[in-house]
């Protein structure tokens, strides 16, 4: 009976954790996708922020704990340039399940997770 509250704790715990790794996954590559496929910088950038909340919300994980980045290359400067690659990289910080602020030394105790995608941009991206 003694281990069953460390067994409840640790089955809770990893479940917000790959719950936060699942939406991560997929909010990165849905991002790097609805970003190829935009008209500009603007609303691509616009349109990988709605995918990244859409993730998030599907898989419960507040949005408060996420940072998203966008880079371009060859040309940094130009992410639409015709085959050219667009990484996206979205970071969470999963807080642990259960415990009380008064345990949080100088923060929450929390686990990151990353992930990223990579997708290329059409060779007739611009022929439109």
């Known amino acids: 009976m003694l281990l069953l509250v460390?067994?409840?704790?640790?089955?809770?715990?990893?479940?917000?954790?790959?719950?936060?790794?699942?939406?991560?996954?997929?909010a990165a590559r849905q991002a790097a996708r609805v970003f190829v496929q935009a008209e500009s910088m603007t609303a691509g950038s616009a349109a990988a922020e709605r995918a990244l909340a859409l993730a998030l919300?599907?898989?419960?994980?507040?949005?408060?704990?996420?940072?998203?980045?966008?880079?371009?290359?060859?040309?940094?400067?130009?992410?639409?340039?015709?085959?050219?690659?667009?990484?996206v990289q979205v970071s969470v910080?999963?807080?642990?399940?259960?415990?009380?602020?008064?345990?949080?030394?100088?923060?929450?105790l929390a686990v990151p997770i990353d992930a990223s995608a990579t997708q290329q941009v059409s060779r007739f991206w611009g022929a439109r």
Do not use: N
């Open 93 to 108: 910080r999963v807080p642990l399940p259960l415990l009380p602020p008064v345990v949080e030394l100088g923060g929450p």
């Open 57 to 87: 919300a599907d898989h419960g994980v507040t949005a408060s704990d996420v940072a998203l980045s966008i880079r371009c290359s060859p040309v940094p400067a130009q992410c639409h340039t015709r085959r050219g690659w667009v990484t």
């Open 6 to 26: 460390p067994l409840v704790y640790l089955v809770l715990a990893l479940g917000a954790i790959q719950s936060a790794a699942l939406a991560a996954e997929g």
